[in-house]
Each structure stands twice: as structure tokens, then as C-alpha cells.
């Protein structure tokens, strides 16, 4: 069974930071590349960022770029976002979510919640 636990969210003032983890276990963690996701209220999905299997290939969303850094440890099976600079927009539930295939990255994400954790909210308000 695919787990995904995420922790690190709470609320912070803008311009503070935030470091969200996930844990995952039930799968070989380091053949799938990995995703963060959030929800900001009343919003569709939003891929985040996006990790390949081995760490080497990283992505970002626009609204992200430059302020967010995803990374992973194989060894640990576990999957970080840090995020500094943070902005009323940033408000959102994130999600960490396991790509569908193993090897492959996905070209939008993923929909079988089979592959996603349960969120952790971040708030970002004054």
C-alpha cells in the first residue's frame, strides 16, 4: 500500500518560510518521480514542482520559481519543498503525490488518489 505522509505545514507571516516533508513507504521510492500539489481555496490543482527518480531533473510552476526548492534523499524515501518568501497567494492544502509509473513522469497530475498523501496546510497571512 502506497503512504504518503506529509508534515511541515502551519502558518507563517509573508516573506517567512516553510519546509514541508513527505514520507513515503509501501513502493521503491526511488524509482518515481515525485510532485508537490496544492489546493488554494476555491482553486483547481496546481502542480507545484516535480522531482525526478534520481534528484537530477527538477521543475516549478511560474508562480513558484525562484522562491521554492524541491529535493529528495532515497535513502531516507523522503521528499522536501522549501519554500521561503512566502505570499498570501502561497495559502493553499499541498500535497505530496507519487507519479502513476515508475520511471516515467507524468504530463499532468496525477488523478488515483491511490498516489497522494493527505495534505498538510499552509496558510500565509499577517
Known amino acids: 500500500v502506497v503512504r504518503l505522509e506529509e508534515s511541515g505545514g502551519g502558518m507563517v507571516q509573508p516573506g517567512g518560510s516553510l519546509r514541508l516533508s513527505c514520507a513515503a513507504s509501501?513502493?521503491?521510492?526511488?524509482?518515481?518521480?515525485m510532485y508537490w500539489v496544492r489546493q488554494a481555496p476555491g482553486k483547481g490543482l496546481e502542480r507545484v514542482s516535480s522531482?525526478?527518480?534520481?534528484?537530477?531533473?527538477?521543475d516549478y510552476a511560474d508562480s513558484v520559481k525562484g522562491r521554492f526548492t524541491i529535493s529528495r534523499d532515497n535513502s531516507k524515501s523522503t521528499v522536501y519543498l522549501q519554500m521561503n518568501s512566502l505570499k498570501s497567494d502561497d495559502t493553499a492544502v499541498y500535497y505530496c503525490v507519487r507519479a502513476t509509473s515508475p520511471w516515467l513522469r507524468d504530463y499532468d497530475v496525477p488523478l488515483s488518489r491511490a498516489y497522494w498523501g493527505q495534505g498538510t496546510q499552509v496558510t500565509v497571512s499577517s
Open positions: 522531482i525526478k527518480f534520481d534528484g537530477l531533473n527538477l
Open positions: 509501501g513502493f521503491s521510492f526511488s524509482a518515481y518521480w
